[in-house]
């Protein structure tokens, strides 16, 4: 043992990241592209001061106490519902995130998904590679963005940056938000109750995190209030939406498509959580879009994330206030710093 503090990465990282925390600890890196299962984790970091964790990850009481000299948790991610904050109170290590860095690729994406969607660009794709394209055709007939009206459920850092690129394309837009958006930050959009937003949306986008107010949020209830033909975009937490719900309302009629990024079985937390996504989603072809949890994935901006985690470790070892902390052995609870 080299005496330096000793870091576990539990994902692949940029070969910078590693380079910046082998300057101050011992680094044990993941160096595939695959998921380090729990227990291999656990077993690495039984005698580490320092744990940086992703989307896949979750931490509780059962991992805090396999894993006593911890000092800091770093999360490369914004939403943490896969982290029991409580636990990591008690236990007085540092928690942080990154609070801004996903926002805006995970926006583009969104966008990317809508348009994806109403223009039928996978049964159009499908239809080339299919070798049954011949020419034009008045086949797959798909629905504008002009003129329609987006509900944006959620309007924090995520939502604004949505309602900024839907206003380009000239829409109408509704937003549902615990706080009023300051209309200079809006984008013209207008503040409603959750009801009137899913009956005038044309496309409702769920933008917000994982909590039990919004656990199930668009269940079987809320899925029939939304109007006929109209379509449904998820790229923040799997849970909020009731994928099973999705695929009855897909069924009926009542939805014209959906697309998401995010997916129940993501959601560690729930004890409950199904093993896999509904068979009858993968099944709809012609209406449905699914990314692999690409929100964030931008090179670049994956690269960033990563630093600043890494940079939140070393402060957090050095005795200073880590960026991005959520909750320390400081304070019972804070905002996420910076």
């Known amino acids: 043992m ?22 101050r600890c011992d680094v044990v890196a993941n160096p595939t592209r695959e998921t380090m299962p729990r227990e291999v984790v656990l077993r690495r970091a039984r005698d580490a001061q320092a744990v940086m964790t992703f ?68 049964p159009g794709d499908g239809l080339v590679r299919g070798g049954r394209f011949q020419g034009w055709r008045p086949v797959l007939y798909g629905d504008g963005l002009a003129g329609r009206t987006a509900g944006l459920i ?15 394309f000239e829409m109408r837009l509704l937003y549902v938000d615990e706080k009023e958006v300051a209309p200079a930050e809006a984008s013209s959009a207008t503040r409603v109750e959750l009801p009137e937003l899913l009956t005038r949306s044309d496309y409702v986008l769920s933008l917000v995190p994982l909590s ?26 799997g ?3 009731d994928e099973g719900a999705v695929a009855a309302a897909l069924a009926s009629g009542r939805l014209a498509g959906y697309a ?20 009858t989603l993968l099944e709809d072809r012609g209406r449905t879009v699914f990314t692999p949890h690409l929100g964030s994935a931008v090179s670049e901006v994956r690269k960033q994330i990563a630093l ?14 880590p960026r991005g ?8 609870g804070m905002s996420p710093a910076h």
């Open 2 to 23: 080299s005496g330096k503090p000793r870091v576990v990465i539990t994902h692949w990282v940029d070969a910078e990241v590693i380079k910046l925390l082998e300057e």
């Open 55 to 122: 989307m896949p990850d979750w931490v509780d009481e059962a991992f805090l106490a396999a894993c006593p000299g911890l000092r800091v948790v770093a999360g490369a991610l914004k939403g943490y519902d896969n982290f029991d904050v409580d636990a990591l109170r008690r236990h007085g290590v540092w928690f942080t995130i990154v609070p801004d860095l996903l926002t805006v690729p995970t926006a583009e994406l969104a966008i990317g998904l809508v348009l994806a969607l109403a223009r039928k660009v996978l």
């Open 154 to 168: 959620g309007m924090g850092a995520l939502g604004r940056a949505v309602a900024r690129r839907l206003a380009g």
């Open 212 to 237: 039990p107010r919004t656990f199930r949020q668009l269940d079987a209830a809320a899925l029939a209030k939304m109007r006929p033909g109209s379509y449904l975009v998820n790229v923040g937490r």
């Open 239 to 241: 849970s909020v939406v």
């Open 260 to 279: 998401a990024d995010v997916f129940e079985m993501e959601d560690w937390a729930r004890a409950d959580r199904p093993k896999q996504i509904p068979a």
């Open 308 to 321: 600043w985690a890494a940079k939140s470790i070393l402060e957090a070892l050095g005795g200073a206030r």
């Open 325 to 332: 902390a959520v909750v320390g052995p400081d304070a019972a």
